[in-house]
Nanobody, 120 residues
Framework: QVQLAESGGGLVQPGGSLRLSCAAS????????MGWYRQAPGKQRELVAG???????NYVDSVKGRFTISRDNAKNTVYLQMNSLKPEDTAVYYC??????????????WGQGTQVTVSS
C-alpha cells in the first residue's frame, strides 16, 4: 500500500504555470498507474492526467497541450506541470495510485489534495 502527499499548489495569475508533485512511500511504486484528478466547487472529481506503469500518458481534452504528467520512479514521485493556466483550472488537485486496465484508470489510494487557484 502506498501513501501519497501532494505539494506545489498555490495562487497563480492566468497564463502562469505551476508544477505539482506527488511523493509516494511504501509498496512498489513503479507498478502503479498514477493519476492527477481535480475537483472544483460544485463539480464532480475528474481525471485530468494519467500515466501508466510503463509511462504512457492520457489527458482530459481541456488540458491537452497545457499540462504534462510525468513520473520519476527512482524518486517515487509523479509530477503535473501546468502551463497557460486558466481560471477554470481552479480546483483541488489530488494524486492517486491505482491500476490501468483496458484503457481506463482505476483509482485506489488518494493523496490529501492541494489547492490550485488561478485568478487575476
Amino acid at each position: 500500500q502506498v501513501q501519497l502527499a501532494e505539494s506545489g499548489g498555490g495562487l497563480v495569475q492566468p497564463g502562469g504555470s505551476l508544477r505539482l508533485s506527488c511523493a509516494a512511500s511504501g509498496s512498489i511504486f513503479s507498478l502503479y498507474a498514477m493519476g492527477w484528478y481535480r475537483q472544483a466547487p460544485g463539480k464532480q472529481r475528474e481525471l485530468v492526467a494519467g500515466i501508466t506503469s510503463v509511462g504512457s500518458t492520457n489527458y482530459v481534452d481541456s488540458v491537452k497541450g497545457r499540462f504534462t504528467i510525468s513520473r520519476d520512479n527512482a524518486k517515487n514521485t509523479v509530477y503535473l506541470q501546468m502551463n497557460s493556466l486558466k481560471p477554470e483550472d481552479t480546483a483541488v488537485y489530488y494524486c492517486n495510485a491505482g491500476g490501468y486496465y483496458s484503457g481506463s484508470y482505476y483509482p485506489n489510494i488518494w493523496g490529501q489534495g492541494t489547492q490550485v487557484t488561478v485568478s487575476s
